[in-house]
T-cell receptor, first 114, second 112 residues
């Protein structure tokens, strides 16, 4: 079956530091890839997405590129803020090939200190 | 506000009992998903409905069942509850398969 692996957390950074959260996936076909963010006490919300190889999703300074050759979708941000502290989930949704089961990684907690 | 509503927000019950969680999707969304989130298991996909029909089933126990009604709202029924069923249960909706999902605020279930 499909799977998503993301780096263990927590990731602890100082404000304005560079962020990378690694995500790799295993899937057949060409799934859509997503990053969701969950703030304390809330549901997940979409951060960015990419639907085909070499697509770059971006939002609020975060970026991730769909790399089919390395089956990766790493999340990056050039300068993190305290308000970015949250849990980040990498996910895939096959949407075709006979499977409609979305798969989420276990989440990576990000803590940003002033 | 995602536009997805879930009720109740909190639920406390005893082992062996049965509860029903309710979800109303965003206007226009045909797909509804149910997830269970716990500290040790992470976010687990339970089941998906599309326009009233079951489309995909994940790690859903036989004690759990769900349905999507003609008005597209969905209910998740949990029966013979065990301590280990204590978790956050999220509902999400999307326009269709493979699209971004919009998550509700969740229902926190505590089984005592």
């Amino acid at each position: 079956g499909n799977s998503v692996t993301q780096m263990e957390g927590p990731v602890t950074l100082s404000e304005e530091a560079f962020l990378t959260i690694n995500c790799t996936y295993t899937a057949t076909g060409y799934p859509s890839l997503f990053w969701y963010v969950q703030y304390p006490g809330e549901g997940l919300q979409l951060l960015l997405k990419a639907t085909k190889a070499d697509d770059k999703g971006s939002n609020k300074g975060f970026e991730a590129t769909y790399r089919k050759e390395t089956t990766s979708f790493h999340l990056e941000k050039g300068s993190v803020q305290v308000s970015d502290s949250a849990v980040y989930f990498c996910a895939l949704d096959p949407a075709s090939g006979g499977s409609y089961i979305p798969t989420f990684g276990r989440g990576t907690s990000l803590i940003v200190h002033p | 506000d995602s536009g997805v509503t879930q009720t109740p927000k909190h639920l406390i019950t005893a082992t062996g009992q049965r509860v029903t969680l309710r979800c109303s999707p965003r206007s226009g969304d045909l797909s509804v998903y149910w997830y269970q989130q716990s500290l040790d298991q992470g976010l687990q996909f339970l089941i998906q409905y599309y326009n009233g029909e079951e489309r995909a089933k994940g790690n859903i126990l036989e004690r759990f069942s769900a349905q999507q009604f003609p008005d597209l709202h969905s209910e998740l029924n949990l029966s013979s509850l065990e301590l280990g069923d204590s978790a956050l249960y999220f509902c999400a909706s999307s326009v269709g398969a493979g699209d971004e999902q919009f998550f509700g605020p969740g229902t926190r279930l505590t089984v005592l």
